[in-house]
């Protein structure tokens, strides 16, 4: 009986020097992706939104969205909503299809990897053709990566492997933030659904990554209200621009910016100030956000570092059917390195860069709410004690 003690007392010994030699998180395994960094340990990420279009696209558009792809090479598309137009009042399920294909043609005979989420009028447009339609419509090109297993049809996540493919080098979530809010104005933003099934997956991530987080990137249409950390309340309303939110002038904040070549010519539409989501709260409380880009507002380009260190902001819109600001539509590219995905490089590549004749204006400028601002600029002094009534 000793002797039998005595071997079961090594046996148990021997288990427990193994189980501290196997590393925390080792138990989850790392799940087959799509995408990988190169052999050098650089991915680079190009973004497009706000392409608002029908089923013959803008041909600017589309020769922008051509050089910019041919010129930057990237690994990943991401478009971050508003694929359709807004004054496609009569579309039907298949004008909807056709728009979608021929928006994603250019990606997919280059057979790029690309991932969609939903702007609010893509929710508009769901009246003719539903979102699981639409993303179907998107993924009926081979080069479509979104995956079956996410939050909704608009969200989900992707990670990216590093270069031995033994682990995490970084993740992309797609965010769907939805359409307008009904019961208090303003844009609705992500849910609280959407919000704890991020907190769960940065933790399935995290866990199959050794007990590290996976440092991410988010792309949504809709900003988070945090994008105000970037502006500043002003009366100097000549060189400030006017906010339908909340009914005052903002300016940008220079000193929280980064980078060059920032603007912002109209104040955010972002998720109703007054109202909390909790999802930058989650990116807070998660720790894993080493980047938050948004669309929605055409007529912006800036990136900005909040207070709490988390770097966000905007691609202008990309589209020439919808208002924006001549030339300066836009893709944005993001260069990482597995060695330090959170030091990646961010910058804009607009159409009059990439294209050989500039383009300063078009028609549909002037349904911007840049105009809007210069209207209000003239009609504030004497009418501007209504909305202060109603802020």
Known sequence: MKKIRSILSVLLTALLVCACLVPAGAAVEIEASPLQ?????????????????????????????????????????????????????????????????????????????????????????????????????????????IPDDGCDPGTYNVPVLNSDGTGYAFNVYMMDTGNKNEEVGGYRGVTPEQVEWYKAKSDELKAANGGEVVPSMVFQHIPVKEIYQFMEETDDIQNAYFSIDDYKWYRLKEDRLVGENNYCFEAPCSEKQTVTTGQYEAWLEKGDIIGAFFGHDHINNFVGVTEEGIKMGYNAGSGFATYGEGGNRSARIFVLNEEDPAAYETYNVTYNDIMEEDINFVMMDLFSLKTITLIMRVLYPAIGWIFELLA
């Not at 598309?77 to 009042?89: E, L, N």
Request: net charge negative; glycine share 4%; aromatic share 8%.
């Open 37 to 145: 960094v190169h052999e050098d340990g650089s991915f680079k990420i190009c973004m497009f939104n706000d392409l608002q279009d029908k089923r013959n696209p803008n041909a600017n558009t589309i020769a922008m969205v051509e050089a910019i792809l041919d010129s930057e090479q990237p690994d990943l598309v991401v478009i971050a909503g508003d694929s359709i137009s807004d004054t496609y009042f009569t579309a039907s399920a298949d004008d909807i299809d056709a728009t979608i294909k021929a928006l994603m043609k250019p990606i997919a005979d280059r057979n790029i990897p690309y991932l969609f989420t939903f702007g609010n009028h893509d929710h508009d447009a769901a009246d003719a053709l539903d979102l699981e339609g639409q993303i179907a419509s998107y993924k009926s090109y081979a080069s479509c990566i």
